[in-house]
């Protein structure tokens, strides 16, 4: 069964850090590009970032380019997203999903449950 | 950054069919968007329906059907069910690696 699971979120205060993780099973991680995808409180779905297969090629959406890094271990199946000078819209749930880059084919097949990023001081 | 519009919500009854669209302000919708719809009840993680414009993901119901709709792509639920009251979303690869979500679609069953 393929599953993904997060960790690392939490409360932040602005400014801060943070690096979240996502556990890969079922599936051979190396097999696939992977991405994540963010839900603020209250609002729409936001794709953040996708990460081919071998880590050569990493895409951003343009609100997080320059402070949101993601990259990923495929020996040690796992995903991460690093989060630099946090800001009050980085709070969301952040989901770990598999992304299908094929011929014609662009879509997440499987999602993790997500993990809550809260920025306060 | 490119917007993608949803209707804002849509209600129908039991057994009822429904169609949901996903538009581009400035462009037609095509295949080679590959759009996806995607479900999501409040609370959890959202739950992939369609991929390619028409495919349905394993289990998913065949009452759910995805198409291109003049120049927009369109979900639709046919004998809608109680559980199938969800916020819907579409997504669309915009091509340099750039994928954007719909501003989705809140479904009431009634």
């Not at chain 1, 997080?64 to 690093?82: E, P």
């Not at chain 2, 792509?73 to 046919?78: D, F, Y």
Request: with cysteine; hydrophobic share 35%; proline share 3%.
């Amino acid at each position: 069964e393929v599953q993904l699971v997060e960790s690392g979120g939490g409360l932040v205060q602005p400014g801060g850090s943070l690096r979240l993780s996502c556990a890969a099973s079922g599936f051979t991680l190396s097999g696939y590009w992977m991405g994540w995808v963010r839900q603020a409180p209250g609002r729409g779905l936001q794709w953040v970032a996708n990460i081919k297969q071998d880590g050569s090629e990493m895409y951003y959406v343009d609100s997080v380019k320059g402070r949101l890094t993601i990259s990923r271990d495929n020996a040690k199946n796992s995903l991460y997203l690093q989060i630099n000078s946090l800001r009050a819209e980085d709070a969301a749930v952040y989901y770990c999903a598999r992304y299908s880059a094929q011929r014609a084919s662009a879509y997440f097949d499987c999602w993790g449950q997500g993990t809550l990023v809260t920025v306060s001081s | 950054q490119t917007v993608v519009t949803q209707e804002p919500s849509f209600s129908v009854s039991p057994g009822g069919t429904v169609t949901l669209t996903c538009g581009l302000s400035s462009a037609s919708v095509s295949s080679s968007h590959s759009p996806s719809w995607y479900q999501q009840t409040p609370g959890q993680a959202p739950r992939t329906l369609i991929y390619t414009t028409n495919s349905r993901c394993s289990g998913v119901p065949d009452r759910f059907s995805g198409s291109i709709l003049g120049n927009k792509a369109a979900l639709t639920i046919t004998g809608a069910q109680a559980d199938d009251e969800s916020d819907y979303y579409c997504a669309l690869y915009m091509g340099r690696g750039v994928y954007v979500f719909g501003t989705g679609t809140k479904v009431t069953v009634l």
